[in-house]
């Protein structure tokens, strides 16, 4: 039997979604978690207290319970754990990223710097560096061009992410990133990035590497536009309805990004934008998509994307054909700040043909944020049916009889 050691932090959605799927295969799971302690009551010597603060302590920690128990993988279950999965697999010899390459996917101005060297199409960028001035930023802004994008390197989830329409609009947005970025614990030393806007469809692109190889898993078309000022997502449709130019433009793109980039093996969620039948690299990350949204996709004989991801990892390859039919997922939005209470009308929004789960993430009582200050949704929907824009109707049904109540 494998043995699959999952890092997961402890305010990831994604857990139980690698348990399951691990256990759809049949492999053992280790949990490796910042409060692993408090799980050591029901899976004892399966659960690692792992400092994620703390990577050179993280790893050791992996390769002390390798030498007790082997492991046949490391995964990270989202964003945060990505590079500690991809140094622990790189130190025990397993399939795995190199950990440079995911260090910088996790940094949006390392990335930019890369793809721009491999000439890959993106954004026009800069970095605004700690110490800059009003003055400082409307030249940056000016040398982009407007409008911009202001967002800081290193969050995710539309976290931090605003629209300027002008130099002066971009001071006051640097400095409320700047904000925002403090508040969630990014170092005072860390410079902002500026990206000249990019007009035209979005699309999230889901894939796995093999040998640097990517193989599409999924398009998603974002119908609704993603224009600002402020960037939250709302909903995902596979597969897409883009012109078959635009997508194949899309996914060249993002296969010369993973390239750039050093990123060789394993999952990839990427976003890039199509205009005019060009398309720029919005963002790649070393990992699944985020949050519950992989409950969208199904492949042959009804595998998860996370067997998929933790199949691959322990060398046994799965069918990767799609399921057939099309699905979606709707990403309910943070109406306001404060605490949230319920939401209403789940019943009916369930009831919606086509319409398969209704999932409420947030527990009542817990303190919300919306985007761009916070990083949460209040949960999520999906859908499926033959036709996409079937299960887009469906998604905006859903979100028309669903209420947020926030206290």
């Given at each position: 039997?494998?043995?699959?050691?999952?890092?997961?932090?402890s305010a990831t959605y994604r857990a139980a979604d690698f348990l399951e799927?691990?256990?759809?295969?049949?492999?053992?799971?280790?949990?490796?978690?910042?409060?692993?302690?408090?799980?050591?009551?029901?899976?004892?010597?399966?659960?690692?207290?792992?400092?994620?603060?703390?990577?050179?302590?993280?790893?050791?920690?992996?390769?002390?319970?390798?030498?007790?128990?082997?492991?046949?993988?490391?995964?990270?279950?989202?964003?945060?754990?990505?590079?500690?999965?991809?140094?622990?697999?790189?130190?025990?010899?397993?399939?795995?990223?190199?950990?440079?390459?995911?260090?910088?996917?996790?940094?949006?101005?390392?990335?930019?710097?890369?793809?721009?060297?491999?000439?890959?199409?993106?954004?026009?960028?800069?970095?605004?560096?700690?110490?800059?001035?009003?003055?400082?930023?409307?030249?940056?802004?000016?040398?982009?061009?407007?409008?911009?994008?202001?967002?800081?390197?290193?969050?995710?989830?539309?976290?931090?992410?605003?629209?300027?329409?002008?130099?002066?609009?971009?001071?006051?947005?640097?400095?409320?990133?700047?904000?925002?970025?403090?508040?969630?614990?990014?170092?005072?030393?860390?410079?902002?990035?500026?990206?000249?806007?990019?007009?035209?469809?979005?699309?999230?692109?889901?894939?796995?590497?093999?040998?640097?190889?990517?193989?599409?898993?999924?398009?998603?078309?974002?119908?609704?536009?993603?224009?600002?000022?402020?960037?939250?997502?709302?909903?995902?449709?596979?597969?897409?309805?883009?012109?078959?130019?635009?997508?194949?433009?899309?996914?060249?793109?993002?296969?010369?990004?993973?390239?750039?980039?050093?990123?060789?093996?394993?999952?990839?969620?990427?976003?890039?934008?199509?205009?005019?039948?060009?398309?720029?690299?919005?963002?790649?990350?070393?990992?699944?998509?985020?949050?519950?949204?992989?409950?969208?996709?199904?492949?042959?004989?009804?595998?998860?994307?996370?067997?998929?991801?933790?199949?691959?990892?322990?060398?046994?390859?799965?069918?990767?054909?799609?399921?057939?039919?099309?699905?979606?997922?709707?990403?309910?939005?943070?109406?306001?700040?404060?605490?949230?209470?319920?939401?209403?009308?789940?019943?009916?929004?369930?009831?919606?043909?086509?319409?398969?789960?209704?999932?409420?993430?947030?527990?009542?009582?817990?303190?919300?944020?919306?985007?761009?200050?916070?990083?949460?949704?209040?949960?999520?929907?999906?859908?499926?049916?033959?036709?996409?824009?079937?299960?887009?109707?469906?998604?905006?049904?859903?979100?028309?009889?669903?209420?947020?109540?926030?206290?």
């Amino acid at each position: 039997m494998a043995r699959v050691l999952l890092v997961v932090p402890s305010a990831t959605y994604r857990a139980a979604d690698f348990l399951e799927a691990a256990a759809a295969l049949g492999a053992e799971v280790v949990v490796g978690s910042e409060n692993a302690l408090a799980l050591r009551g029901v899976m004892g010597t399966r659960a690692v207290e792992l400092p994620l603060h703390d990577l050179a302590a993280a790893v050791d920690a992996v390769v002390a319970h390798d030498r007790v128990a082997p492991i046949d993988a490391v995964i990270a279950v989202d964003d945060a754990g990505t590079v500690l999965a991809a140094a622990a697999a790189a130190r025990l010899g397993l399939r795995h990223n190199p950990p440079e390459a995911v260090r910088a996917a996790r940094d949006k101005l390392k990335m930019r710097t890369l793809l721009g060297a491999a000439e890959v199409p993106q954004p026009v960028f800069a970095a605004v560096p700690p110490d800059a001035g009003p003055d400082d930023i409307a030249a940056v802004a000016r040398k982009v061009g407007t409008p911009c994008v202001v967002k800081p390197t290193t969050l995710a989830a539309s976290q931090g992410v605003i629209r300027a329409d002008s130099p002066h609009d971009a001071v006051t947005t640097v400095e409320r990133v700047r904000s925002i970025a403090r508040r969630a614990g990014v170092g005072p030393d860390v410079p902002v990035l500026i990206e000249r806007f990019v007009p035209g469809a979005e699309v999230a692109i889901e894939g796995l590497l093999t040998s640097g190889e990517l193989n599409v898993l999924a398009v998603f078309d974002k119908p609704e536009p993603l224009d600002g000022p402020y960037f939250e997502e709302s909903i995902y449709v596979t597969p897409s309805r883009l012109p078959g130019p635009d997508v194949t433009a899309a996914i060249q793109a993002v296969q010369a990004a993973t390239r750039a980039l050093g990123l060789d093996d394993g999952p990839v969620h990427a976003e890039a934008r199509v205009h005019a039948g060009r398309a720029s690299v919005v963002e790649v990350a070393a990992r699944t998509i985020g949050g519950l949204c992989s409950r969208t996709l199904r492949f042959a004989t009804g595998r998860s994307l996370e067997e998929l991801v933790i199949a691959h990892a322990i060398g046994k390859e799965q069918d990767t054909t799609w399921w057939g039919g099309a699905s979606g997922v709707l990403m309910l939005p943070t109406p306001r700040a404060g605490r949230f209470v319920e939401v209403t009308g789940q019943s009916d929004a369930f009831a919606v043909p086509g319409v398969t789960e209704v999932d409420i993430t947030v527990a009542p009582g817990s303190p919300v944020v919306p985007v761009p200050e916070g990083d949460r949704y209040i949960g999520f929907v999906f859908a499926r049916d033959r036709r996409p824009e079937r299960v887009e109707r469906a998604l905006r049904r859903a979100r028309d009889l669903l209420h947020v109540v926030i206290d």
